[in-house]
């Protein structure tokens, strides 16, 4: 079992920074990647962007590209993502998730993610 708890959400104005933090809780965590997801209200989950834990490779979805980076720190089985540049449509939920299998095309699939955090609210006022 994987836990995931999020921070560093909150209500911030347009064009400015938030940085999110998932921490995971395992007896022994070696996930294939880590992504991040968002949901605003009314709206699908949407994949942000996600790290392969082993080649440090990632996807960023093109609605974020340029202005968040997903990182991670493997020492603390944390993942980060850096949201610079906020626009109101970037306000909703964001969850962490653990993918555990390869992801091949389907990264933006959230069917292939397994754990998920309790996500986190960022409101970004215009």
């Known amino acids: 079992q994987v836990q995931l708890v999020e921070s560093g959400g909150g209500l911030v104005q347009t064009g400015g920074s938030l940085r999110l933090s998932c921490a995971a809780s395992?007896?022994?965590?070696?996930?294939?990647?880590m992504g991040w997801f968002r949901q605003a209200p009314g709206k699908e989950r949407e994949f942000v962007a996600t790290i392969m834990w082993k080649t440090d490779i990632t996807y960023v979805a093109d609605s974020v590209g340029g202005r968040f980076t997903i990182s991670r720190d493997n020492a603390k089985n944390t993942v980060y993502l850096q949201m610079n540049s906020l626009k109101p449509e970037d306000t909703g939920v964001y969850y962490c998730?653990?993918?555990?299998?390869?992801?091949?095309?389907?990264?933006?699939?959230?069917?292939?993610?397994?754990?998920w955090g309790q996500g986190t609210q960022v409101t970004v006022s215009s």
């Open positions: 998730t653990t993918a555990l299998g390869i992801l091949g095309s389907r990264y933006r699939d959230p069917d292939k993610y397994y754990f």
């Open positions: 395992a007896r022994t965590f070696a996930p294939y990647a």
